[in-house]
């Protein structure tokens, strides 16, 4: 008897030896083992239960990493080395799926990040502003790591604050979430868009003002704009009347509505110009995916739209309209300042620019320069060195362009895209690059040199309608206003302070309440 138990426990051990690294046939054994059994069933639903908090993203790539093949309908636990069901339809009462799977790993990541963000971020070791500024006099540091490094402790320190908005309807707090957020020239005001639970969304704008203690508080307008359209592609402002006195929007067309390109007079919102606002004007326009105001001097009235296949320029005075046929969509559009030249990014990568001084020429000569991104483009902006150009595609890639020889000269990685709509933005003053991604992380990089200086986890969680939209500005309220991050989510509008001196020093105010 004990013979025969002794042999029996060889036969287990040697069994579990070889399961370390099991065969094809073992493998579909064990396939056939999660199978609808009612015991294997309820063994696997247990073993499901204790592993669905560990199971992560990062076990499908360890998975492929050791060769374990996929099976359709399960995933590989690497720490248990065996399958799990991910189909439905059997007798378990909550199925994984590896969406969940995925879904929980980021938010145990989010979750961690927002945890070290709570905390007092140092910089790197032997980092701060007066010893870089003593070795920089003594000339052991060369000016562009001196502008990156100073940026780094500048950015490492950023907390986050919630700001309350304020409105003379204090009984009536915003509950509708936040869409897009665009500030004006000097960030005194920012135009916003929310969705609004009943269908549609609606338009406001916030005034900003800094106090002399280093607040900041924020004063919604009254005067709202509801419209029935639910998607905006595109917003900027325009100066018609006077600067940033209108705000230019592209909205997208539904089934019985189509879309059109409006410009609405910022009076339309204030709450103390109850007078007649300036021009309010819409041109419909069935296809309009994104639109651009031109501040050049030649042309100050002049406005841009992308469409599907064109591009149409266009007096907003005079009316009077130039249309460019096109091959593909054009999604991003942006103007250069000094010289009257429209950049167009489109969606099968391409873009070119078009100068409005020769508007006479009918064939595609017109396209004054011509380069390729491998996918779709979402955003471009023309630095205030206008040979250089930054542009972001749907793969997540970002790169600064030398116009002239119409290459690449940098690439800024890390940015995660795989087919929204996202815009790029830019703060030459503090040598700023700015992105939101898919995954919602918001990530600075230094943009002389695209080190990747911080990312940014959302405070509430990744979905695909809650991507946060963001504003940074060396002056929040104004010319004597604050530096820092403006983060609109859900129906939250939160500060990261890029200024030392008022995290460690500042006051205690009734408008910024800090995070517990």
Not at 174 to 192: A, L
Not at 366 to 381: C, L, N, P, Q, Y
Not at 491 to 510: K, S, V, W
Request: proline share 5%.
């Amino acid at each position: 008897m004990k013979k025969w138990k002794w042999r029996q426990d060889r036969r287990k051990a040697w069994y579990r030896g070889n399961r370390q690294r099991p065969s094809s046939d073992e493998q579909w054994e064990d396939y056939n083992d999660a199978g609808p059994s009612h015991r294997a069933s309820q063994r696997e639903h247990d073993n499901q239960t204790a592993s669905a908090s560990s199971t992560s993203a990062s076990s499908s790539s360890s998975k492929s990493d050791s060769g374990v093949p996929e099976l359709p309908g399960f995933y590989f636990d690497p720490e248990k080395n065996r399958y799990f069901r991910l189909l439905p339809g059997h007798n378990n009462c909550n199925p994984l799926t590896r969406e969940q799977l995925q879904e929980k790993e980021r938010e145990k990541q989010r979750h961690k990040r927002l945890a070290e963000d709570e905390c007092a971020k140092a910089p790197r070791t032997g980092l701060n502003t007066s010893l870089l500024l003593h070795k920089r006099h003594l000339g052991l540091l060369p000016g562009n790591s001196y502008c990156r490094l100073v940026h780094e402790v500048k950015v490492s320190r950023m907390r986050r604050h919630k700001l309350q908005i304020q409105s003379t309807d204090n009984s009536n707090p915003n509950t509708d979430n936040f869409r897009i957020i665009v500030g004006d020239s000097v960030c005194e005001r920012v135009f916003t868009v929310n969705d609004v639970s009943h269908g549609g969304c609606k338009y406001g704008i916030m005034n900003f003002s800094s106090g002399s203690r280093g607040s900041l508080s924020v004063e919604m307008c009254d005067n709202l704009y509801f419209t029935n359209r639910k998607v905006v592609n595109s917003i900027c402002w325009a100066s018609v009347n006077y600067p940033d006195s209108h705000v230019l929007l592209c909205l997208v067309g539904a089934a019985d509505t189509p879309g059109c390109v409006s410009l609405l007079p910022a009076s339309l919102f204030s709450n103390s110009n109850p007078d007649q606002p300036g021009m309010l004007c819409s041109f419909k326009i069935s296809t309009a995916w994104s639109c651009a105001w031109c501040f050049n001097p030649q042309f100050d009235k002049t406005f841009s739209t992308g469409l599907t296949r064109r591009v149409i320029i266009k007096d907003a005075e005079t009316g009077r309209t130039q249309t460019y046929g096109v091959g593909t969509d054009v999604l991003a559009q942006h103007f250069a300042l000094r010289v009257p030249v429209l950049f167009n990014g489109c969606r099968s990568g391409e873009i070119f620019s078009i100068d409005l001084r020769q508007r006479g020429r009918r064939d595609h000569s017109w396209k004054a320069s011509r380069f390729h991104h491998e996918s779709a483009i979402t955003s471009v902006r023309v630095l205030q060195d206008e040979n250089y150009l930054l542009a972001a595609d749907m793969l997540g890639q970002i790169k600064m362009w030398d116009v002239r020889v119409r290459k690449p000269v940098l690439e800024y990685k890390g940015h995660h895209n795989e087919h929204a709509y996202l815009p790029v933005h830019v703060n030459e003053h503090e040598g700023l690059l700015l992105a939101v991604g898919q995954d919602c992380y918001t990530r600075l990089w230094s943009l002389k040199d695209g080190h990747l200086l911080r990312t940014i986890p959302s405070p509430h969680p990744a979905a695909n309608d809650m991507i946060p939209s963001v504003v940074f500005s060396s002056n929040l309220g104004g010319s004597r206003g604050l530096p820092g991050l403006l983060m609109a989510v859900k129906h939250d509008l939160y500060y990261f302070p890029y200024n030392t001196d008022y995290q460690d020093g500042g006051e205690p105010i009734a408008l910024i309440q800090t995070m517990p």
